[in-house]
Every structure is written in structure tokens, then in C-alpha cells.
């Protein structure tokens, strides 16, 4: 079964820190860009990162830029975002996806979506 699985959400305090993995099974991200999406209560989902897949180009929407990091683990098949110094506003379902490109930032399409994982910022 091709999927890929989001986890490492949760509730945390704002100013704290979750890093949220994305795992991919029956296939390989070595030849695709990742993406990480966000869709908080009541507004549409917006891509808050992505990564190349060689890992060595980055995007972070502004929102996040100098708080959040991307980064990836081919060997374990794994997209990671680090999430530090959170904030309420961070609140959402976040999923990460497959793009066909190998390239980030990208228009590629992304075609292998998570199931998301709940990030809940609150005190």
C-alpha cells in the first residue's frame, strides 16, 4: 500500500517545540520533493514548507520562516519538520505530501498526501 503517515503532533504550550516526521511506505522519496501543509480551523489549507529532494533547497512561507526547519532522512524514507517557538496562530491539521518534482519551491503536482497529524498550540 502506497501512504504516507504524518506523526509527532499534539498539544504543547506556547513557545514550545514539536518535530513532526513524515514516513513514507511502499514507495521511496529519494527522486521527489516534500511538502508540508497546514490547515488550520476554519481557513483553507496553505503549504507552509517544502524541501528538494536532495535536501538542499528549502522554502518556508513567512509566517514560520526562522522558527520552523524541514529536513529529511532518505535512508529512512522520513521528511521531518521541526517546529520550535510555537504559537497559538500555529494551530492546524498538518500534512505532508509527495511532489512528482524533484525541485522546492515547485508547481509540480503533489500526488501522495497524508493523513495529517493535529497540532494544537495552547495554554
Known amino acids: 500500500q502506497l501512504r504516507l503517515v504524518e506523526s509527532g503532533g499534539g498539544l504543547v504550550q506556547p513557545g514550545g517545540s514539536l518535530r513532526l516526521s513524515c514516513a513514507a511506505s511502499?514507495?521511496?522519496?529519494?527522486?521527489?520533493?516534500v511538502g508540508w501543509f497546514r490547515q488550520a480551523p476554519g481557513k483553507e489549507r496553505e503549504g507552509i514548507s517544502c524541501?528538494?529532494?536532495?535536501?538542499?533547497?528549502?522554502y518556508f512561507v513567512d509566517s514560520v520562516k526562522g522558527r520552523f526547519t524541514i529536513s529529511r532522512d532518505n535512508a529512512k524514507n522520513t521528511v521531518y519538520l521541526q517546529m520550535n517557538s510555537l504559537k497559538p496562530d500555529d494551530t492546524g491539521i498538518y500534512f505532508c505530501?509527495?511532489?512528482?518534482?524533484?525541485?522546492?519551491?515547485?508547481?509540480?503536482?503533489?500526488?501522495?498526501w497524508g493523513q495529517g497529524t493535529q497540532v494544537t498550540v495552547s495554554s
Open positions: 511502499g514507495f521511496t522519496l529519494d527522486n521527489n520533493a
Open positions: 505530501a509527495r511532489n512528482r518534482d524533484v525541485f522546492c519551491p515547485t508547481r509540480g503536482e503533489y500526488d501522495y
Open positions: 524541501i528538494s529532494s536532495s535536501g538542499e533547497n528549502t
